[in-house]
């Protein structure tokens, strides 16, 4: 946390070129890095000018961040690795917030004591003797960085504990649940967060102290000797992204599970050679945070339904624990894409968007605005290239027309994307020079080959993404009143599932519904089963949709052309 007076951060051309082609060296993502740094103290300067007036019955601000700068001058790196955590992060950008009425959450003085937490947590990391008054919550004491002290017998909600420090050891005094106080004094242990470390494992279990210890995953590194300490984080209040949340400790065998899964993930994505889209150093993985489950039952969906980062917290992650080691390291890519992305929109002004949500994201079920766009046209870039190179490894046809489909249709939906932004006379100097990158990696890949069967399933869902996606958003009276201008989404839209992406990625052997015989290449079949469905209701639009593809494949020409362009422009519906 040592200061840097002056210091202008100039980005080398190099290293902007890779970041826009959808890679990245490490050299490239250490620059990020230093952004983010830079980034999170004038955020965390801009947080503490507020937090110096705040009132507030634990330790003010001016003397935590004191006992920081002290932690940091006799060592420097652990300080940093709290300051730089993506919750920290979080934390200080959701206080933020708060100060300008846009959060709400627990009382102000509350939140603003986590403050007290990062200093007590530095304070362990370097042996350094404090003392400050924290902020208990029914007799938890989160620490950043180190886990969670529990003392049994507590008062119950909010109330003020006494924190001391010395050569490592913690020692917390709280008020008790009827009277008097509760005491205890454990030693937490300071691991190496984020480093390359002698591979080995943490024990996790709670001691009989009330110390809950931080959950790390030990993934592999370069050498065979090495890991990577990654943070499983169920304890840090700000974990969410955004809103403070309550600890959620993760069952025993739900951590093992994602233990396996996420050292499978990670040798998945070492791949030989130059570093590219789709390819990523697990050391640049902060923290997953599980969500939504706490035990390995019910069984997890073969695919990950829910996963989020977010600008505030570079290098973390919220996921849903997926089934499959390759779902989870799609993801991983995906997620780390976007934390690229985000730290290059705090260097440079990459777009002026007005927010207006009326752009097709090929990835999505509702209308987006640019911002959105762009993440996604970065972050699918990255997908198309992890799949990219699973279909160079694939060691059978089933594995290479997986892998196929998914680079196909990720690398066709995303130069839709990309196509949209350049067009769109929206884009900065450096913006459209980011856009020119990925399109230039996107049209290298849109010629190489893929399994014939594999490309036509990616070429139809596409298709059928982007008539589904118009029928149940535009307006069709708006275009025809003024047909130059720009397609005007329907107020009345609703969330719809997008079930045709992950169906269409393996050909049926035996279809039966009208969807499964256009997966396995029959119009036909597909058209009139459509049309039964439609008899029913003629305006359905997943029925409607696959109609119009089907009857475009069977009856190619200008009317069909105009079909598929203009879908909600369809009159009369069709009828036998």
Known sequence: MTEQHHALLRMPERLFTELAGGGGSAEAVAFLERGERARRLLLLRTLLDHLDVLSTPLTPAAEAWRVLKRAAEKSPEPVERLLLAPATGGWISHMLRRMHGTATGPPLWAEAGHLCALALSASLYVGMETALDVLLTSGR???????????????????????????????????????????????????????????????????????????????????????????????????????????SRLDEDEAQEWQRLVGEAARILAWPGVPGPGRVDPAMIRSIVPFGRTSVSPPPPPFVQVSASSGDSFGGML?????????????????????????????????????????????????????????????????????????????????????????????????????????????????????????????????????????????????????????????????????????????????????????????????????????????????????DALAADPAEPHALSGWIVARAALEPGRVARRMLARPELLKPLPSR
């Open 141 to 247: 004491l989160p620490l950043p960085g180190l886990g969670m002290l529990q003392l049994d017998g507590a008062k119950g909600g909010l109330a003020v504990g006494r924190a001391t420090t010395a050569a490592g050891e913690l020692t917390v005094t709280g008020p008790g649940a009827a009277t008097g106080t509760v005491r205890v004094t454990c030693r937490p242990s300071t691991v190496a967060l984020g480093k390359r470390v002698s591979a080995g494992r943490t024990a996790v279990r709670r001691d009989p102290s009330g110390w809950l210890p931080l959950r790390t995953l030990s993934l592999a590194g370069p050498e065979d000797s090495t890991s990577v300490t990654v943070v499983l984080e169920d304890l840090d209040p700000y974990r969410d992204l955004d809103d403070h949340q309550p600890p």
């Open 319 to 531: 996921v849903v624990r997926p089934a499959s080691p390759l779902a989870l390291a799609e993801t991983l890519v995906h997620e780390l894409q976007h934390s690229k992305l985000a730290a290059l929109l705090h260097l440079f002004p990459l777009l002026d968007d007005d927010r207006a949500e009326r752009y097709y994201a090929p990835w999505r079920t509702d209308p987006r605005h640019l911002t959105g766009l762009l993440h996604g046209s970065y972050a699918f870039t990255g997908v198309a290239g992890f799949w990219r190179d699973r279909l160079a490894e694939a060691p059978h046809a089933g594995a290479a027309d997986q892998a196929g489909y998914h680079f196909a249709l990720r690398r066709l939906q995303s130069r839709l994307a990309v196509r949209t932004l350049l067009v769109g006379g929206r884009l900065t100097e450096q913006g459209r020079a980011l856009v020119t990158g990925l399109t230039r990696t996107l049209d290298g890949w849109l010629r190489e080959p893929v399994p014939k069967a594999a490309l036509s399933r990616a070429r139809t869902v596409a298709v059928l993404h982007r008539t589904e996606w118009r029928l149940r958003n535009i307006l069709p009276d708006a275009h025809l009143a003024h047909p130059s201008g720009p397609a005007s989404v329907r107020p009345d839209r609703t969330p719809w599932p997008d079930i045709r992406t992950h169906a269409f990625a393996t050909s049926p052997a035996a279809p039966h519904t009208a969807d499964e015989y256009l997966a396995a290449g029959d119009p036909a079949a597909a058209l009139a089963r459509y049309t």
